[in-house]
């Protein structure tokens, strides 16, 4: 929705507590020596199997499979899905997450649901404890040869409801190195219905695509059907900051360091 003020009046959650996204700045920033480094199991996929890229009108989701997990978090996590956030060629800054104020290019969101209490990620959505979202900066940089691995699709699924096939790899490699540096926090959906459902790990160093790749995802992709009359660019789909008071962020380095 262009107008997320509205969200509230359908989507009663969105105005709810433990909104996300948020902005991470050093007052509310709390170095807890108790967060491990994050251990991503199966997430090197074989190329003889093949992703769901799909663009379902607000974002490009690339659906994955159960046989990746996240350990070293309260529960098992097994992923489902991953999407994409940005701007527009104009303003690349389209993060949804802030650090000190400050806007990234675009984010990637690789979302996992609670599979030791919960049999789907349907079941899980609305509960606390029911999802963990690893979220990654993007900035401009070099040129990116994993994410080109999703990015090349693009021509392929320019229009809602249109879907590609994308050859598995490694997600891990959309990752930044250190898997052990994250801010870590309890949160909602950026998206309606916002449930507050979502252990966020938002990584603390960016990961670099290049400018050309930005401009592929700024431009490719539009909200509307190929025959619909009037087009509708797919840009700004990022969530503005949501308000966190009386909070803590944990994170897992020292602040300076």
Not at 120 to 132: C, E, N, R
Not at 176 to 201: A, I, K, N
Not at 236 to 241: G, L, T, V
Request: proline fraction near 8%; charged fraction near 20%; include cysteine.
């Amino acid at each position: 929705s262009p107008f997320p003020k509205t969200w509230p009046k359908k989507y009663p959650f969105c105005g709810g507590v433990f909104q996300s996204p948020i902005d991470f700045h050093n007052d509310i920033l709390q170095y807890d020596t108790t967060l491990l480094p994050l251990e991503l199991v199966g997430y090197n996929v074989s190329s003889t199997d093949h992703f769901m890229l799909t663009n379902n009108g607000h974002s490009v989701r690339m659906s994955l499979f159960p046989t990746m997990h996240i350990r070293n978090l309260p529960f098992q996590y097994t992923a489902t899905q991953l999407h994409l956030h940005w701007g527009n060629r104009n303003k690349p800054e389209g993060s949804e997450h802030t650090v000190s104020g400050r806007h990234f290019a675009a984010e990637l969101h690789i979302v996992h649901y609670n599979s030791d209490k919960y049999p789907d990620v349907t079941a899980a959505i609305d509960k606390s404890d029911g999802l963990a979202v690893l979220a990654i900066l993007i900035e401009i940089g070099p040129f990116n040869p994993s994410y080109e691995k999703i990015f090349s699709h693009f021509q392929n699924v320019k229009y809602k409801d249109q879907v590609a096939l994308v050859p598995g790899f490694d997600i891990q490699e959309l990752l930044p190195d250190q898997l052990d540096e994250y801010y870590r926090y309890e949160g909602s959906l950026t998206t309606p219905p916002c449930f507050p459902s979502v252990l966020w790990t938002v990584f603390r160093h960016p990961v670099k695509v290049s400018q050309e790749q930005l401009l592929a995802l700024e431009t490719a992709l539009y909200c509307t059907q190929p025959n619909d009359p009037a087009p509708l660019e797919m840009v700004n789909n990022f969530r503005h900051i949501q308000e966190f008071d009386e909070r803590l962020v944990s994170v897992s380095f020292r602040q300076g360091k």
